[in-house]
C-alpha cells in the first residue's frame, strides 16, 4: 500500500518537483499545497501518513501547522519532515537534523535524502 504524503512549501516549483520525485518511485501517493494556512484543511482530507513542511512560509509557519494538526486527535499521529532554507547542509551535519523530536532537512533537498528520511521517519 502507498504511503500517502502531504507537501506543504510556499514554492510551487519545489512541491512539484518533490510530488513528481517521489511519485516516480510507486511508493507514494502525494499531495502539495503551497500556502500553510491551506495546510490544515489538506491534512483533513488526505490523511497523509507523513507531512513535508516548510518551516518558513508567509502566511502561517510549518511550526504552527504543526502544532495546529498535533491539537486535533485524529491527525495527532501524523509525522513531520521538516524543511528549511535557513540551515545549511553543514550547519545539520554538525548539530544534527532534530527540530523538537522532528526530522529536518537543509534545501535544497536531494531526492535520495528525502526518500531515505521518510523511509526512516515511517519504518519502512
Known amino acids: 500500500m502507498k504511503k500517502r504524503i502531504l507537501v506543504v512549501d510556499d514554492e510551487p516549483a519545489l512541491t512539484r518537483m518533490v510530488k513528481l520525485n517521489l ?66 547542509k553543514d550547519e545539520t551535519d554538525a548539530t544534527g537534523s532534530i527540530i523538537g523530536g522532528n526530522e529536518f532537512l537543509a534545501k535544497p533537498v536531494k531526492t535520495d535524502e528525502l526518500i531515505a528520511t521518510i523511509e526512516r521517519v515511517l519504518g519502512m
Open 23 to 88: 511519485e516516480r518511485t510507486g511508493n507514494y501517493e502525494v499531495r502539495t499545497e503551497n500556502q500553510g494556512s491551506q495546510a490544515i484543511q489538506a491534512a483533513r482530507e488526505f490523511l497523509p501518513d507523513l507531512i513535508f513542511l516548510d518551516v518558513m512560509m508567509p502566511d502561517m509557519g510549518g511550526d504552527e501547522v504543526a502544532a495546529r494538526l498535533n491539537e486535533d486527535p485524529e491527525l495527532a499521529g501524523i509525522k513531520f519532515i521538516f524543511m528549511t532554507a535557513i540551515v545549511t
